[in-house]
């Protein structure tokens, strides 16, 4: 469906006067297939926070992980044009929001495009603004995603606020510019998400260089600030003229100029992105089991379907059923790997099946009873704690 429709066929014609726990719950639901969120947030506008927000979700792309990009400003949409991409929306059977797709591992959303198809006086009253930002969070369907990108409205007000709390798992980068002036802002910036006891990653110097009458230490303000403040301090951008003759012209900057300054300052925060993931515990797991019914299905190369389950800090967050493709040599193995399915709980398997699943890094558990695939799951992650 384009934004050019106005019948409002999207969850946006729909009441959005559910209770605040129904609504996490749907936040919580949308998002539960996404490993690891990062918001980033800046507390005035032209510091480049768009500009960093897609070169960082297109710099983690080319690490060939799966990438969300959402651009959660009320008033324009930039990363459309930024990454040369038609501003419009889809929306799927269920009238969730379907993300357009940058590349194979990157895909974008903004939530000013689908106000383009809305009255914009129902969001003109603070409440409505928050309980339409949570909605529309609510509602896109990202699917599996091992990152999610979050460009936050600018500013110390509650718009920013309210997304960083309605993803509750989000950590926050904060983009800091040379200007010394600015500062000040950033601290005050801090502070709110500090008191809101929102996790916080680190702060960026974004267009480096752009202010050095004194001195020749580009970024020594920003570091110093940070160690005030005690966040680390995650590296700086350096400014270069092409980034912005580049958005214009809906080019990628990273893919134009992958050896400049800054893309190797972008390479050096992805780096640090990374290796926080890696540190953090909330990682989805997939464990997949043959049934027939309500049972597991003992022969598993002729099972018509697959519970998967998605397991985050040992509990059952969610469970679909799902037909395999036509059975062939090697093609189980491909499919579940492409789901993202680490483990199997299987009654039984050929020890040459076994190899083919363990090739590709998919961890086979045989012997189990014909039993409920919840239970079964029940006792993986007590034998697991």
Known sequence: MSNSSKNLDHPYGQDMGSGASEQDRAIHDSLSLIQHKYLIASSKKRVGKTSLAVNLAVALSKRKVKVGL???????????????????YETNTDKQFVPQSYSDYLKVISIASILKGVDQTVICRWDLKTRFIHHFIANVNWGDLDYLIIDSPSGTGEESLAVAQAVQDAKVIFISSPLKEYLPQVRELIDLYKTAQIPILGVIENMS???????????????????????????RIPIDPHMPDCHAAGQSYLEKYPNSEAA??????????????????????????????????????????????????????????????SHAPGVFPDWLHDLGVSVIIAGNMGPKAMKNFEAKGTTVITDFSRTSPDELIRQYLFQNR
């Open 70 to 88: 959402i651009d959660m400003d009320l008033s324009v949409s930039n990363i459309y044009r930024m990454l040369g991409i038609q501003e419009n």
């Open 209 to 235: 260089g752009l202010w050095c009458e004194k001195c020749d230490k580009t970024g020594e303000a920003t570091f110093m600030e940070a160690n005030i403040m005690d966040v680390s301090y995650l590296g």
């Open 264 to 325: 190797h300052g972008y390479g050096s925060i992805v780096d640090i992105i990374i290796e926080d993931s890696r540190l953090q515990k909330s990682v989805i797991k997939k464990i997949a089991v043959p049934i027939a019914g309500d049972r597991l299905f003992p022969y598993f190369g002729q099972a018509t379907e697959f519970a998967i389950f998605h397991i985050q800090n040992q509990q059952i967050i969610k469970k679909e059923i799902l037909p395999p493709p």
